[in-house]
C-alpha cells in the first residue's frame, strides 16, 4: 500500500524490500521492474540507489498486543536495520508506519535513531476509520525529515522540483 500511495503522489518506485514470498509476488506482480531485495539485514546499501523517500512498515510482531510483545527480544525486531538503511541511504525523508505497542516498546528508540542521524522528527496516530475504514485499528507514523531541509532547498521549491520532475516523466523516487 506504501508503495501504491506514493506512486499516486507522483512519485517512482526504485527498490522494494519484502521477506515473505507470498507479498514478494504480490509485489512483482505489480511492479515486475523494481529490483525487490530479500532480507533487510543482507543489503548492502552502498549498491542501492539512493532515493528522495525511505518508506516502509517494519515488522509489528514484537511490539504487537497479537504477540508476545517481546520487543528487542524478538527475532524479527528489525528497527537497527532499517535505521542502517536511512543511515547509509541518506534520503530526505523517512515515513515508518507500526502498531500502538511501538509507543512504550520502542517509539523513543526509534526518535533518537532518527534525530541522531540527522532528522527532526514527528509522529502522528491515524486510526483506519479516519480513512472511511469500519474499525479502528490505530496505526503509528513516524515521519522524518534531514535537518535544514528547508534551508538546503526550500520545502516549497522541493515540491516544486518533484512536480516539474512528475511532469517530465523522471518522478521522485521511493525505497520501500
Request: net charge negative.
Amino acid at each position: 500500500g506504501f508503495d501504491l500511495g506514493f506512486e499516486r503522489a507522483g512519485f517512482r518506485v526504485e527498490w522494494q524490500v519484502e521477506i515473505d514470498d507470498y507479498c514478494r509476488r504480490i509485489l512483482g506482480k505489480h511492479w515486475p521492474t523494481v529490483p525487490c531485495h530479500y532480507d533487510i539485514r543482507a543489503i548492502d546499501w552502498q549498491f542501492v540507489p539512493r532515493v528522495d523517500v525511505v518508506v516502509g512498515g517494519f515488522p509489528c510482531q514484537p511490539f504487537s498486543v497479537a504477540g508476545h510483545q517481546r520487543g528487542e527480544g524478538d527475532d524479527r525486531y528489525l528497527w537497527p536495520e532499517v535505521a542502517r538503511c536511512v543511515a547509509e541511504v541518506r534520503p530526505d525523508w523517512g515515513v515508518f508506519e507500526n502498531v500502538p505497542g511501538l509507543v512504550t516498546m520502542g517509539l523513543d528508540q526509534v526518535l533518537s535513531d532518527l534525530e541522531s542521524l540527522g532528522y527532526e522528527v514527528t509522529t502522528l496516530v491515524i486510526p483506519a476509520c479516519a480513512v472511511d475504514a469500519p474499525h479502528r485499528r490505530d496505526r503509528v507514523w513516524i515521519v522524518a525529515h534531514a535537518e535544514g531541509l528547508t534551508e538546503r532547498t526550500g520545502l516549497r521549491s522541493d515540491i516544486q522540483t518533484k512536480e516539474r520532475r512528475r511532469r517530465s516523466g523522471d518522478g521522485g523516487r521511493t525505497g520501500g
